[in-house]
Nanobody, 115 residues
């Protein structure tokens, strides 16, 4: 049984920074993709960033140059460093794992960007 636990959300002023963390527990095979999605009120869930077990990285255009995804394989942990945050980044952020054609989700963590 795979579980994902996120942490690091909160309230930040525009221009500020936050770092999200997601720890994966259970049987994580060598080939997989971990990433972050977000969902704002009234909007569909969207991909923010993803990183494969091989190190390939993909970002949404809206966060390129501001967000950085990284991983610690030894800790089964993926991070999302978010800089220059904007009010439009306000959403619930979900950790995601694609493993053996199955999708796993964390419980979500709220990120609010407001003055």
């Amino acid at each position: 049984q795979v579980q994902l636990v996120e942490s690091g959300g909160g309230l930040v002023q525009p221009g500020g920074s936050l770092r999200l963390s997601c720890v994966a527990s259970g049987s994580i095979f060598s080939t997989h993709v971990m990433g972050w999605y977000r969902q704002a009120p009234g909007k569909q869930r969207e991909l923010v960033a993803a990183i494969s077990s091989g190190g390939s990285i993909n970002y949404a255009d809206s966060v390129k140059g501001r967000f950085a995804i990284s991983r610690d394989n030894a800790k089964n942990t993926v991070y999302l460093q978010m800089n220059s945050l904007k009010p439009d980044d306000t959403a619930v952020y979900y950790c995601h794992l694609l493993l053996a054609f199955s999708n796993y989700w964390g419980q979500g963590t709220q990120v609010t960007v407001s003055s």
